[in-house]
C-alpha cells in the first residue's frame, strides 16, 4: 500500500475533546487502529490516541462517505497509523456517546501482518518489554505513566509551593558516593569514572546554597539482583533541606506524599480503574517507630527474633506487613548499618538519626539527619574503611559554612508500581535495566 502524507491535515482534537453536543461539527483526529469489524452494511473501527479511543463508522446507505473511504476500512490492519477527517454524530450506542462519520482517512503508516502483542491478550513480561513500544500502546500500561505523570507534578508541585529549589546533579562522578563496589566504571577520556549511585553529596553542598533543593533524576546501582523490586538504573526522587534534621524531612514528606496522592485520585480515576486499584491516602501525621520497637513489635506478634544491629529481612518484612497497615516509618536505625553522611545520635552514638519509609512491607525511602561537621564526617568515613582524600572535592563544601541538614531518597518505580497493582517493577519503567535487559 502506498502511504500518505500529511500535507495539510493536522489533528483538531483528541478524543477527549470530542463530545454528543459536538454532533454535526466536522473534525480531524488521529492515532492507531486498534479493531475493525464488518457487519454487512456497517464498517467500523476503533481508532486510540494518548487521550482514549472512539469509534469511526461508515454506512452503506450513507451517500456522505466516499466509496473509497469505505472501502478503506476494510483494509485496515491492526495500529496503523492513521488521520481520519469527519463529522461528529450522537449515538449513544457508541462508546462516549459519539460516532466519527469519515470523508477522508490518510494512511500514514502499516504494521506487521502478526503482531506479537495485541490488547486483551495476556504475554508474558519479556515479550512485552521486548516489544515495548508496542506494549505501551496497550491500556494498562499507559494506564501506569500517565499516573507516573500525574505523581511526578504532583511532587514538584508541592515542593515548588514550599520554598524548594529544583536541581540537577551531575551522574558521571569520580568517586563513589557512598563508598561500596556497586558502581558502574566508565572511561571517561584517560581515566576511570563512574555512573552516579546516588545524588546524595551534591545535594547536600547545594543545601547549602538553596537550603531546600529536590531532585528527580536517574540513579546507577550494580548490583545483580533480580528480584521483582530491584533496577540497575533508578528513577529517584531525592530531596534535602538546610538548617533542619530528620524530624523535619519526616513532616514535609508525608505531606508531599499525601499532596501527591490526593493529586492522582483527583486526575486518574480511570485509569486507577482501568488497572482495579483503589488509592489508600493516609491520614497525618504517618506512625512512627524506632528500629527498637520494630524488633520488639516482631518478636512479640510475628514471632520473628532479630538480634539488636541486624538488618531486617524481606521475610521480616512481610510478617510486620501482616501487623502494620498503611505507611509508617521505621526510624533510629543502628548507626553501624547506615552511610558515612548519616548522623549519629548525640545521646547514644550506637544509634543514628535516620528513618525508612514503608507501605507495608516495601520500603520507599530512606533518610535522615546528615552530618554537618567536617571532622565528624571525616572519622565516620575512616570507620566505613573509606579514604577521605577520595571526598576532597565534597569535604571541601564543609569548609564554607555548612549548615545542618536532613534529607531522603524515595524510588519512583516502588512507589508506581505499589499503587498501580503491577506484579513487576519493571512494568512501571518505560525502558527498564536489569542485569539481564540492556534493551531496548
Known amino acids: 500500500m502506498e502511504l500518505d502524507n500529511l500535507e495539510d491535515w493536522r489533528k483538531t482534537h483528541y478524543t477527549s475533546e470530542i463530545t454528543p453536543d459536538m454532533d454535526g461539527r466536522e473534525v480531524i483526529i488521529g492515532g492507531w487502529v486498534t479493531k475493525t469489524k464488518d ?50 454524530r450522537e449515538e449513544g450506542r457508541a462508546p462516549g456517546g459519539f460516532e466519527i462519520i469519515p470523508i477522508g482517512i490518510k ?34 500500561s499507559q494506564a501506569i505513566f500517565k499516573i507516573q505523570h500525574e505523581m511526578l507534578f504532583g511532587f514538584r508541585d508541592y515542593f515548588n509551593q514550599n520554598h524548594f ?25 584517560d581515566q576511570e569514572a563512574f555512573l552516579s549511585q546516588s545524588a546524595q553529596l551534591y545535594k547536600e553542598q547545594l543545601s547549602s546554597v538553596f537550603e531546600n533543593v529536590y531532585e528527580i533524576a536517574f540513579c546507577y546501582r550494580a548490583e545483580k539482583s533480580h528480584t521483582k523490586r530491584h533496577l540497575c538504573e533508578i528513577l529517584v526522587l531525592d530531596l534535602e533541606m ?36 483503589k488509592l489508600f491516602i493516609p491520614e497525618l501525621p504517618l506512625p512512627r517507630y524506632t528500629y527498637t520497637e520494630i524488633l520488639d513489635l516482631l518478636e512479640r506478634k510475628g514471632k520473628v527474633s532479630i538480634e539488636w544491629g541486624e538488618d531486617i529481612d524481606t521475610e521480616a518484612y512481610r ?3 501482616k501487623i502494620l497497615k498503611g505507611y509508617y516509618y521505621i526510624t533510629h536505625w543502628p548507626t553501624e548499618q547506615k552511610p558515612f553522611y548519616i548522623m549519629p545520635s548525640r545521646k547514644d552514638p550506637k544509634v543514628s538519626e535516620s528513618f525508612d519509609l514503608q507501605m507495608g512491607w516495601l520500603e520507599l525511602a530512606s533518610g535522615g539527619t546528615r552530618v554537618h561537621d567536617k571532622d565528624i ?46 506484579s513487576d517493577i519493571r512494568e512501571a519503567v518505560l525502558y527498564p535495566r536489569t542485569p539481564d535487559r540492556l534493551s531496548p
Open 165 to 189: 529549589t529544583e536541581i540537577s546533579t551531575p551522574k558521571i562522578i569520580g568517586s563513589a558516593t557512598e563508598g561500596g563496589t556497586e558502581l558502574f566504571p566508565i572511561i571517561y577520556f
Open 107 to 140: 494512511v500514514l503508516n502499516t504494521t506487521l501482518q502478526q503482531l506479537p502483542l495485541v490488547e486483551g491478550q495476556k504475554a508474558e513480561l519479556d515479550t512485552r518489554l521486548n516489544n515495548r513500544v508496542l506494549d505501551l500502546r496497550l491500556r494498562k
Open 242 to 277: 538546610a538548617f533542619a534534621n530528620m524530624n523535619d524531612v519526616l513532616e514535609t514528606f508525608e505531606e508531599a506524599l499525601v499532596h501527591t496522592l490526593e493529586r492522582i485520585n483527583k486526575e486518574c480515576q480511570p485509569e486507577l480503574k482501568g488497572l482495579q486499584q
Open 377 to 422: 564526617l571525616i572519622k565516620r568515613l575512616r570507620e566505613k574503611d573509606l579514604n577521605p582524600k577520595s571526598f576532597e572535592g565534597h569535604l571541601k563544601a564543609f569548609d564554607f559554612g555548612m549548615p545542618p541538614h536532613a534529607g531522603l531518597g524515595f524510588g519512583i518505580a516502588r512507589f508506581l508500581t505499589m499503587i498501580t497493582g503491577a
Open 319 to 321: 510478617k510486620l506487613d
Open 39 to 88: 457487519l454487512g452494511g456497517l464498517t467500523f473501527f476503533n481508532l486510540q490516541d494518548r487521550e482514549g479511543s472512539c469509534q469511526v463508522t461508515a454506512k452503506d446507505d450513507n451517500p456522505d462517505i466516499p466509496d473509497e473511504v469505505r472501502s478503506l476500512i476494510t483494509e485496515l490492519g491492526t495500529m496503523w497509523a492513521v488521520l481520519v477527517k469527519g463529522k461528529v
